[in-house]
């Protein structure tokens, strides 16, 4: 017995350490160095496994400042040597001036160039996307960039990587970026074809000790997809039979992913290589074949916006905001993730409050218990509001996106929470066109004819075990 208390005071001790760094050296939020406080004093062994867990590194912190000063002079090296040849001009016939401030954003605070000659098409099932993927890595003749959170050696990874293995095999030059918690359980010979065929690999922040991770913040938790500088992917689905609906688990995966044609493709480009030249061995340099000139595809207007601990502002989150508070009619969400910051949450209250029609979609069943139940805290909060809150029950909605006013979508990664906000390197498509903000609405509302709406009565009649769930879950929130 006399060892658990020994056990107990030496952790309070390490804990205390811990708090002293948090509360004088991170400067994290207020609201998240309390939370830490309170977890490493009132469960400290628990809490201090947590914290090996998710607490941030004053080291990590430091590698990712070193990054953003080598990717600023980067994107400085991109400006002169493609920008200047290919004349992009930024704010070039700008159809709908009333958004020029939202651009303008975009283009400060994320160095995110405003391109309109882009082509789009939307993909909601996996089957759509992987069709459309694997149709443009066979039509492959130059380079292949593959950079995804989650790579599964099953039936779909191992048909792209074959696929890959026979391009590289042909000459075509292949690379592929993948997150180090993202792929934790892939085995050591997976790459090994591929690499003899003189494709290259990189993972992102991995780790020393294999299949032993103790860092799950700070996850590139980008998908991107780029074939010859012609079609680009970005969006929600990894690469895994899961994201196919053969998952047992989670059945029906619904998700939204989007192709690109045009100089849309040049800032996922610009973003992949920043991202290789920091993870792999050998560097890619601003090539002129990655940035061709193309013709016009068809007047789509867009922003391609990145964000992570790497960047000086929470860009995503940002453009997120200011489509709230932009909007005059409608704000249509989807996220499987729901753990706002203060900033956002009111920002959604207050467009309710205002007679917006705000609705929001999330999954029915948790593939994350504690997110899943956090989410469901601030729901029920935003219902007094008048927001109209959805729990999607066909399968399990991964869907990453934001419309407002038929006029403006946000497509890609980054969920609604801290951890995509603040933590997670993420890109969205920021895109500026009706046609594509009516579809997303059209898909949004297909959406809710599979989903249950979440009620103020049904919310506020909720189990004791539910409210328990919530509290646990919403005091973990700042560090889920």
Known sequence: ??????????????????????????????????????????????????????????????????????????????????????????????????????????????????????????????????????????????????????????????????????KAKNGVEVKFLYDGIGGISLPNHVFKKLKQNGGKVACFFPSFVPYLYLRVNYRNHRKIALIDGREAFVGGFNIGDEYLGRSKVFGFW???????????????????????????????????KYFPIRKLEKNIAMQIVASGPDSTWTSIKD?????????????????????????????????????????????????????????????????????????????????KTIVIDSLISSIGTANVDVRSFNLNFEINAFIYDQNIAKKMEQIFLTDIEDSEEITLETYNNRSLKIKSKESISRLLSPIL
């Open 319 to 399: 453009g997120y905001f200011k489509m709230i508070t932009s909007a005059c009619t409608n704000i249509y969400v989807q996220t499987p993730y729901f753990i706002p910051d203060e900033s956002i949450f009111q920002a959604l209250k207050v467009a309710a409050l205002s007679g917006l029609d705000v609705k929001i979609i999330i999954p029915n069943k948790p593939d994350q218990p504690f997110v899943h139940w956090a989410s469901y805290s601030y729901i029920g909060e935003l219902l007094n509001s008048g927001v109209r809150c959805y729990s999607y029950k066909k399968g399990f909605i991964h869907s």
């Open 1 to 166: 017995m006399y060892w658990l208390l020994y056990l107990t005071l030496i952790t309070l001790v390490v804990n205390f350490f811990f708090a002293i760094l948090i509360v004088f050296f991170e400067r994290r939020s207020p609201v998240s160095t309390l939370a830490w406080i309170l977890i490493l004093f009132f469960i400290p062994i628990v809490g201090l496994i947590l914290y090996a867990f998710f607490g941030q590194n004053l080291r990590k912190k430091k590698k990712f400042k070193k990054k953003e000063k080598k990717d600023k002079f980067q994107r400085d090296i991109y400006r002169q040597e493609v920008l200047l040849d290919n004349h992009n001009d930024g704010f070039i016939n700008l159809e709908m001036p009333q958004l020029e401030d939202m651009i303008r954003l975009n283009l400060i605070g994320a160095d995110s160039l405003y391109t309109q000659n882009n082509y789009v098409e939307i993909y909601t099932t996996g089957k759509e996307k992987f069709e459309a993927l694997l149709t443009s890595l066979e039509s492959a003749e130059s380079y292949i960039h593959l950079e995804y959170y989650i790579f599964r050696n099953d039936i779909i990874g191992k048909q792209i990587l074959k696929i890959l293995e026979q």
């Open 254 to 288: 619904r998700d939204t992913h989007i192709k690109i044609k045009g100089d849309g493709i040049n800032s996922l480009q610009r973003q992949f290589i920043l991202d290789w030249n920091f993870a792999a061995k050998d560097n890619i340099s601003f090539s002129k």
